[in-house]
């Protein structure tokens, strides 16, 4: 007998049995269902992911710190004292960092593959403000060229340029509270930045203050302030494709580095450096650029391993998804071990005028496990139906509640998986089939046609 009229006679039979067929296969489809929105949450989380990187940042950016500890949280517990080693608050707790120094910054922007190189600085200023408005605290740092970033108002250079030495791009946060009308009012507005430095003294310079009477000790003790003033070129708004919405002060390497000599002159901190961003000269490999730097003992991260970083977790959040789907798949496996069971025994006396007719065992136990088949591809096929359904009609709304921007969807989805997910889910039932299959192969055509 021909596979193809085994498969055409399965179909048949379970038309006679509509019900305990359509309730077996929604036992498959709920299994189909939570496995189809895995695979299109995850394909979505990922081109989401990839999205993030590709158009924020820079793929000729390197990362570097001084050890490669620093992007695993840093080291804990008690260390060895090193000069250039500073001690964080994280959120894994208290970490020792080592740090940069000058040294290390110079010889990595010596290198013949690196075009440039921008330390992180550290900048201690005490408030930002404007004329008649009040003092708010503010976080300053460089401006990234290698980060693209959205705007509310203004304008920002693209990436490999950096904003000039007057200038600033501020958080929108401070629109309202440095008395603007909104973003495009501040665009152009001065706004100024100060910063106060305590003095280190030293046993000779506190001695002659000494002898120098009160004022000479409150001099020598007034700590030294400075006040930098800034034209606001960009107010930064939250991307959609953005990891964090923008929360610091940016003004250009050049200031930054002045700033942070300024805040860290006569302080352990002063040519330290928590880690650098370097951009590698177009053309070459930043994974080789990589190689060769960790070579040297610094650690590096380039884009590729921060995608790398988005997608272990993306997948982690699949692995836990698919496992409830597969729950519901082995409790759907036992539906269809069951229903076929109950069909061999109400089919005896089919079964042995089958084989009297000359249909030999192994097509009778085909026959079984295509009605299997037919059992998994119609739960599939419902399944996969009613998560494409469900996620297109959802994909608008989840955008909206998770931010995403518009044309980033959550749910992605493609039909080779689906397809392959339908055709795992058919030899499952297979697989599920073959035992009840296998008696009806075994059922002696006399015994069967007495049976009553």
């Known amino acids: 007998m021909r596979t193809f009229d085994i498969i055409r006679r399965a179909g048949r039979s379970l038309k006679h049995a509509k019900a305990r067929t359509i309730l077996t296969s929604l036992a498959i489809a709920v299994g189909a269902f939570t496995l189809t929105l895995a695979i299109a949450a995850g394909e979505g989380a990922r081109e989401y992911a990839n999205t993030l990187l590709t158009t924020n940042i820079d793929p000729q950016v390197l990362a570097i710190a001084k050890d490669p500890s620093f992007f695993q949280g840093g080291q804990t517990g008690p260390q060895e004292y090193d000069p250039n080693t500073t001690l964080q608050q994280r959120a ?7 740090q940069l120094t000058q040294d290390d910054i110079d ?5 013949s593959d690196i075009a440039s190189v921008s330390p992180q600085y550290t900048i201690n200023a005490q408030y930002i403000t404007r004329p008649d408005q009040k003092k708010y605290t503010v976080d300053v740092t460089q401006y990234d060229s290698g980060v693209t970033q959205t705007v509310s108002a203004g304008s920002l250079p ?17 629109v309202s509270l440095l008395g603007f009308k909104d973003p495009v009012d501040a665009i152009g507005k001065s706004v100024t930045i100060h910063l106060s430095r305590t003095p280190t003294l030293t046993q000779a310079e506190i001695t002659q203050a000494i002898a120098g009477g009160a004022a000479a000790l409150q001099q020598l003790a007034s700590p030294d302030v400075k006040d930098f003033t800034f034209t606001v070129v960009a107010i930064v708004g939250k991307s959609a494709t953005s990891l964090t919405a923008a929360s610091s002060a940016e003004v250009s390497n050049t200031l930054a580095k002045q700033l942070s000599e300024f ?4 302080t352990s901190n002063y040519h330290k450096y928590n880690f650098a961003s370097a951009s590698v000269k177009v053309g070459v490999d930043p994974a080789v650029v990589k190689q060769a730097l960790v070579a040297k003992g610094y650690g590096v991260q380039t884009a590729k391993d921060l995608q790398s970083l988005l997608f272990t977790i993306v997948n982690v959040l699949q692995g836990i998804v698919f496992g409830f789907g597969i729950l519901a798949l082995i409790t759907s496996v036992f539906g269809i071990i069951n229903t076929q069971y109950i069909s061999v025994l109400e089919r005896t006396r089919e079964i042995g005028l089958m084989k009297a007719l000359g249909m030999r065992g192994r097509h009778v136990s085909r026959l079984f496990q295509f009605e299997a088949a037919w059992i998994g591809f119609l739960g599939g096929i ?7 359904i469900a996620g297109l009609v959802l994909n608008p709304w989840i955008t909206n509640m998770l931010t ?18 339908i055709i795992i889910l058919m ?4 697989l599920a089939g073959y035992f009840p299959a296998r008696r009806a192969a ?3 055509p006399i015994e069967a046609l007495r049976t009553e």
């Open 382 to 388: 419902i399944g996969a139906a009613v998560a494409v």
């Open 263 to 266: 805040s860290t002159q006569g």
């Open 442 to 444: 075994k059922l002696d």
């Open 427 to 430: 030899l499952i039932a297979m």
């Open 404 to 421: 995403l921007g518009d044309g980033n969807y959550l749910l992605v989805f493609q039909p080779i998986p689906i397809a392959v997910l």
């Open 107 to 111: 010889a990595i922007a010596a290198r």
């Open 92 to 98: 894994t707790g208290r970490a020792v960092i080592k």
């Open 158 to 174: 693209p990436l490999r340029s950096g904003i000039t030495d007057s200038q600033i791009a501020l958080p929108e946060a401070y």
